[in-house]
Nanobody, 124 residues
Framework: QVQLKESGGGLVQTGGSLRLSCAAS????????LGWFRQAPGKEREFVAT????????YYADSVKGRFTISRDNAKNTVYLQMNSLKPEDTAAYYC?????????????????WGQGTQVTVSS
């Protein structure tokens, strides 16, 4: 099984930027989908973005299109989420997830490996 660990969260003001990282270790696969999800207090976990490990195909939630960019560095076994123009409604714990797949995945149930999360807080 692949292990995932997120980092890069923090406190920023409205309009600021953060870059989240997700490092993968253990049993990785050449055909993986990597996803970012987020969960705010009192709300269900929701899809943010996904990328195919080899081909680089991406898909974004409507709420983050034009502001967030998902990318990967295969040599470092790391996926990134660049977040620009942050809004208070982006405040949440952000999680990365992985599954062996030839295509990108959008549903929580599609993923079988999860990180522990990193907190993003956008103030004022």
């Amino acid at each position: 099984q692949v292990q995932l660990k997120e980092s890069g969260g923090g406190l920023v003001q409205t309009g600021g930027s953060l870059r989240l990282s997700c490092a993968a270790s253990g049993r990785t696969f050449s055909n993986m989908a990597l996803g970012w999800f987020r969960q705010a207090p009192g709300k269900e976990r929701e899809f943010v973005a996904t990328i195919n490990w080899n081909g680089g195909s991406t898909y974004y939630a409507d709420s983050v299109k034009g502001r967030f960019t998902i990318s990967r560095d295969n040599a470092k076994n790391t996926v990134y989420l660049q977040m620009n123009s942050l809004k208070p409604e982006d405040t949440a714990a952000y999680y990365c997830a992985a599954v062996n797949s030839l295509s990108v995945k959008l549903r929580l149930a599609d993923y079988d490996a999860w990180g522990q999360g990193t907190q993003v807080t956008v103030s004022s």
